[in-house]
């Protein structure tokens, strides 16, 4: 099964950016829908964005919208978040996952380690 690996997470303050890496741990030859969740203390896990197989399509929740940006290499096998204008309230740990598409509700293998992003002044 490929594993996800999460990185790129710390600390910044508000208003600060950060840029978020999803890599594959090994080539397939199969391109698959990725998308972004992330999980704050005392809450469920929610969506962020994802990004269709062929990187021509993106989506994401009206929290992160105009201050997210979801892009892939798929040649480096790799998923990026750009975080622009970080809040308090994007305080979480952060997890990729594979998907058939975007508009599925199931991802493909297990929740990885993630990394933490905390915004705080």
């Known amino acids: 099964q490929v594993q996800l690996v999460e990185s790129g997470g710390g600390l910044v303050q508000p208003g600060g950016s950060l840029r978020l890496s999803c890599a594959a741990s090994r080539f397939t030859g199969d391109s698959y829908a990725v998308g972004w969740f992330r999980q704050a203390p005392g809450k469920e896990r929610e969506g962020v964005c994802c990004?269709?197989?062929?990187?021509?399509?993106?989506y994401y929740a009206d929290s992160v919208k105009g201050r997210f940006t979801i892009s892939r290499d798929n040649a480096k096998n790799t998923v990026y978040l750009q975080m622009n204008s970080l809040k308090p309230e994007d305080t979480a740990i952060y997890f990729c996952?594979?998907?058939?598409?975007?508009?599925?509700?199931?991802?493909?293998?297990?929740w990885g380690q993630g990394t933490q992003v905390t915004v705080s002044s």
């Open positions: 996952a594979r998907k058939s598409s975007c508009r599925s509700e199931i991802i493909f293998g297990s």
């Open positions: 990004i269709s197989s062929s990187g021509t399509s993106t």
